[in-house]
C-alpha cells in the first residue's frame, strides 16, 4: 500500500488499524457493543495483509486481559480491547497490574457506551483508569483514536505502565477518512527477566510500587499528551471551555457553524484527562474568569480541577450539565449557548415512537422461552445478558443483571425458598457465549451447595447480540487453528452436572417433555437440571439455510384470542381490525411453533 493511502475507515476499524501500523503482536478481547468491531476488523486486516500477530476472542474479559498483560511483560506490544462494562469483570487484573507494570507496550481499549445504548450502566472507563492510577486517552474522532495508538504504545513503554484508550460509541461506530500507513511488524526477542519482587510481589512490595505508581503519574502529568491545546483562536474571549472526547468534536463543531460562540468561547482539548497538568491547566485557563468544564460521562477533569484557585469552574458538579444521559450534539450546543449568556437555539423535532424490540421471527429462543412458561407457569425466571434477555416481552425473564448472573440468582432463589420449607420452581436462562463467558463458576457453585433449579442454555451458535462472533464450541473461536472446540456438554459436564438434556425447540413437544423431566428432577431437590436448547441463530447466514423453509397459514378457525400476540408475540403474525390472525410469508421461519400455540388449532401447513 503506498505511503499515506487515504481510507474511510469506521473508529473500531481506525482502531485495529492503528494497533497494527505501531507494531502490536497479541490482542485479546471479548465481544461487546461498542467494541466488537475492533478485534473482528484487527483479524480480518491481519489477514488481508499477512501481518503475524497472535489475535484472539477470549473466554472473557479478564482472561483477555491476562492473556495480552503476558506478552506485554515479555516486552512485546499487545493490546485488550472490551466495552465499559468488560472492564468490571476484568478490573482485577487491571487494577493491578497499574501497579506491577509491563516492560513492552501495554494497551487497554475500554469502549464506553454514554446513553446507554447497549448496556446496562453509562459507567465511565476513566474513573476506573483513576481507580487503578492508569493514565486514559480520550480520543474526540475515529482519525483520532487511531492517531493515539502510538503515543499511547510510547507512553506505556517510556513509564512501564498500562494506558487506557477510552473511546464512547459516537468514536467507534462513526466513520471518517484518514491516511493509513503502511503495516509495521515490530521485531523483538521475547524474554522474561524473573524478577518476584516486582512481577509476584507481595504486599510490602505492592507498597514500594504504589509509590513508584505515583511519581510515574506525577511525570505523566508533565509530558506532551498532557499540555491542553487549543482549537479555536483562544485571544480576546471572554471565558473558556475545556474538553474531552466526542464532546470536544461537538463543541467544536458547534463553535464554527454558531459566530456568537465563536466569539465569545475559547476552546481547549485535553488528550489525557487523567493524570491532568494542572499546572499547564491554571497557565492556559489564567486570562480567564469563567470555565466551563464539558467532558462525558462523570466529571473526571472537574474534580481534579477543582484545585485551581481564582477560576469560576462550571460542570457537571456545579449542576449545570445534565446528571445522565448521553452529551448529544444538541445537548453540547444548547449548554455552549447558555453557558455564553445566549438566547437558546430552537428546539429539536420530537421523535417519532420507536417500536419495542423483539426476538426475530422463528428464534429458537422464543419457542424455549415459551414451553419454559408451559411447563413452570409458576416459575421464577432469571435470566442474563443477550438478545434473549427480550424474553421479558413473553414475561419468561424476572431478572437481568450482569453476566453470568442468572445462575448465581437461580442458586439464591433456590436456597431462600428451601431455607423456609416452600416449593418454588426456578428456571434460569443463559446464551452459549454467556455460559462460556461467566456461567461455569455459578454453575460448579450450585452444584457443590446442591441448589436445584432448572437451567435453559439458549445455544444458538454464535454470539449473536454482538455481531455473530465465534464461541469456544465453534472451530473459528481459535483463529489459527491451534486449539480445539470444546462442546457446551463437555464444559457442562465438568461441572459436575448430573442431569444434562439437549433438545431443538422447533421439534416442541419433544423439547417440552425434555423441560418437564428437568423440572421434575430439580423438584426432588438433587440439584441443578441442564437442558441444552439448540437451534441455530436465524440471522448468522454461515449456520442458517432458507432452502425447503416449511410454510404456514392462519385457517377461518381462528377465533381471534389474541394468545398468539399476547404470549407468543411471533412478529410474522399480525392481528387484522377484526380480530383474526394472517402470517406474514416474508417473514415466516417457517420454524412450525405456532401448531402447538393456537388454542384453536387454526394453524395448517401447505
Known amino acids: 500500500m503506498p505511503e499515506n493511502n487515504q481510507r474511510i475507515l469506521m473508529g473500531n476499524e481506525a482502531l485495529a488499524r492503528g494497533l497494527l501500523e505501531n507494531g502490536c503482536s497479541m490482542a485479546a478481547s471479548y465481544p461487546g457493543t461498542p467494541a466488537s468491531e475492533i478485534m473482528t476488523a484487527l483479524q480480518a486486516l491481519a489477514r488481508e495483509e499477512d501481518y503475524s500477530i497472535h489475535a484472539e476472542w477470549s473466554i472473557n474479559e479478564k482472561v483477555a486481559y491476562e492473556t495480552a498483560l503476558a506478552h506485554a511483560y515479555c516486552g512485546g506490544r499487545a493490546a485488550v ?39 446496562q450502566t453509562e459507567q465511565d472507563s476513566r474513573l476506573m483508569a483513576m481507580l487503578a492510577k492508569a493514565p486514559v486517552l480520550d480520543p474526540s474522532s475515529p482519525r483520532e483514536a487511531k492517531d493515539l495508538i502510538g503515543p499511547a504504545f510510547a507512553l506505556s513503554e517510556e513509564f512501564e505502565v498500562p494506558v487506557m484508550i477510552r473511546p464512547t460509541t459516537r468514536v467507534c461506530h462513526a466513520r471518517q477518512n484518514m491516511d493509513c500507513r503502511p503495516l509495521q511488524a515490530r521485531l523483538f526477542e521475547a524474554r522474561f527477566d524473573r524478577d518476584p519482587g516486582r512481577w509476584a510481589a507481595t504486599p510490602r512490595f505492592r507498597l514500594i510500587l504504589h509509590q513508584q505508581l505515583n511519581e510515574k503519574l506525577a511525570r505523566m502529568a508533565r509530558s506532551d499528551l498532557a499540555e491542553p491545546r487549543p482549537i479555536n483562536q483562544a485571544q480576546g474571549k471572554s471565558a473558556a471551555v475545556v474538553a474531552s472526547g466526542v464532546v470536544l468534536a461537538h463543541a467544536a463543531e458547534a463553535l464554527a457553524e454558531d459566530p456568537e460562540l465563536e466569539a465569545g468561547l475559547a476552546l481547549f482539548q485535553v488528550l489525557m484527562p487523567y493524570p491532568l497538568n494542572i499546572e499547564a491547566l491554571a497557565r492556559t485557563l489564567a486570562p480567564y474568569e469563567r470555565v466551563l468544564i464539558l467532558e462525558e460521562t462523570a466529571p473526571v477533569m472537574e474534580m481534579q480541577m477543582a484545585g485551581l484557585v481564582g477560576r469560576d469552574l462550571t460542570g457537571r458538579r456545579t449542576g449545570f450539565w445534565p446528571e445522565a444521559g448521553e452529551m448529544t450534539p444538541d445537548v453540547v450546543y444548547a449548554g455552549l449557548r447558555r453557558f455564553a449568556g445566549l438566547a437558546p437555539p430552537a428546539g429539536p423535532p420530537r421523535a417519532a415512537p420507536g417500536r419495542r424490540p423483539t426476538l ?39 431478572t437481568c443483571l450482569c453476566m453470568g448472573a442468572s445462575i448465581g440468582l437461580a442458586a439464591g432463589l433456590a436456597h431462600t425458598f428451601q431455607a423456609q420449607g416452600r416449593k418454588q420452581n426456578i428456571g434460569a436462562t443463559i446464551g452459549d457465549s454467556t455460559f462460556f463467558h461467566a456461567g461455569l463458576p455459578p454453575l460448579i457453585n450450585a452444584v457443590t451447595h446442591g441448589a436445584s433449579f432448572v437451567l435453559l442454555v439458549l445455544d444458538n451458535g454464535t454470539t449473536a447480540m454482538t455481531g455473530h462472533q465465534p464461541t469456544p464450541a465453534l472451530p473459528g473461536f481459535d483463529s489459527r487453528q491451534r486449539g480445539r472446540p470444546l462442546a457446551l456438554e ?33 423438584g426432588q431437590g438433587r440439584g441443578p437440571a441442564v437442558v441444552i436448547s439448540r437451534r441455530p441463530c436465524l440471522m448468522d447466514r454461515r449456520q442458517v439455510s432458507t432452502e425447503n423453509k416449511r410454510r404456514f397459514r392462519i385457517t377461518e378457525d381462528c377465533t381471534g384470542c389474541g394468545i398468539c400476540q399476547d404470549d407468543f408475540g411471533c412478529p410474522a403474525w399480525v392481528q387484522e381490525k377484526d380480530g383474526r390472525v394472517i402470517i406474514q410469508e416474508h417473514l415466516c421461519a417457517g420454524c412450525g411453533v405456532c401448531l402447538h400455540v393456537c388454542p384453536a388449532g387454526a394453524v395448517e401447513e401447505f
Open 81 to 119: 480491547s472490551m466495552k465499559q462494562v468488560g472492564l468490571n469483570v476484568a478490573a482485577d487484573p487491571f487494577l493491578s497490574s497499574a501497579y506491577i507494570g509491563v516492560k513492552g507496550g501495554f494497551l487497554v481499549i475500554s469502549a464506553d457506551d454514554p446513553g446507554p445504548h447497549s448496556s
Open 490 to 522: 463437555e464444559a457442562i459436564r465438568g461441572c459436575g452436572v448430573e442431569f444434562l438434556g439437549v433438545g431443538d425447540p422447533w421439534d416442541y413437544e419433544a423439547f417440552k417433555s425434555l423441560l418437564q423431566e428437568a423440572a421434575a428432577y430439580a
Open 360 to 398: 426475530c421471527a422463528g428464534c429458537g429462543h422464543r419457542a424455549s422461552f415459551y414451553a419454559l412458561k408451559e411447563v413452570m407457569p409458576d416459575g421464577l425466571y432469571p435470566s442474563d445478558i443477550g438478545c434473549y434477555t427480550l424474553g421479558m416481552n413473553m414475561g419468561a425473564v424476572d
